[in-house]
């Protein structure tokens, strides 16, 4: 009964860097969720999958964050061209079934740091 | 855009006293959850309230979900030191359309409760 995971639990990146950070939802979740938590803040939605379609990306908070999922089970989420702003921890959550109401189950997180 | 307000933001109070976080918001929403996240891990759900006016106990934890759906309190009797941990109020809402349910967070309450 693993739940979800996520790696790496850290990241350093230089700004201008790349990163790419993979969530491994529990098996056989349709739904998968990313979040970004700032330092003090709660979890905000960046985008919602559900198996391989992404339905919701409308909180990613601009052009150079990206995520996928293509076989409907590991997701990335990239981030390029880091900028300081972007260090947070980013919260994977995955769920058996489609929203609303569910119960999402979230992974520890990657936390990232852009120098 | 809808927003979840907490209260108090911080709080630290003696091993044995009770407390009582709240969430507030000018939105209704279909049901709502309260999570509980210590560090370096991720949020995990203690309980959702759908009904308006709905009570639940979990052990010596008490929430209740506004009459109206837009607020919801978390009430902790002789608090231990093991309730330490950051508590987070969610909003799940309906969207049309076929997107996804996209959790609203609270801020969160960051609870200490000293021996």
């Known amino acids: 009964g693993a739940g979800v995971s996520q790696s790496p639990r850290y990241k350093v990146a230089k700004r201008g860097q790349d990163v790419a950070l993979r969530c491994d939802p529990i098996s056989g979740h349709v739904s998968l969720f990313w979040y970004q938590q700032a330092l003090g803040q709660g979890p905000e939605f960046l985008t919602y999958f559900q198996n391989e379609a992404q339905l919701d990306k409308s909180g990613l908070p601009s052009d150079r964050f990206f995520a996928e999922r293509p076989e409907g089970s590991v997701s990335t989420l990239k981030i390029q061209r880091t900028q300081q702003e972007d260090s947070a921890v980013y919260l994977c959550a995955s769920s058996l079934v489609t929203p609303p109401g569910e119960t999402q189950y979230f992974g520890p997180g990657t936390r990232l740091l852009v120098l | 855009t809808q927003l979840l307000e907490q209260s108090p933001q911080f709080l630290s109070i003696q091993e044995g006293e009770n407390l009582t976080v709240y969430c507030n918001s000018s939105?209704?929403?279909?049901?709502l959850q309260w999570y509980r996240q210590e560090p370096g891990e991720g949020p995990v759900l203690l309980v959702t309230?759908?009904?308006?006016?709905e009570v639940k106990k979990l052990k010596r934890l008490t929430f209740q979900f506004g009459d109206a759906r837009k607020d919801s309190s978390l009430h902790i009797t002789a608090a231990q030191p093991g309730d330490t941990g950051l508590y987070l109020c969610a909003g799940v809402s309906r969207y049309s359309g076929g997107g996804a349910d996209g959790l609203t967070f609270g801020k969160g309450t960051h609870l200490i409760i000293q021996p």
């Open positions: 939105s209704v929403f279909s049901s």
């Open positions: 309230v759908v009904t308006g006016g």
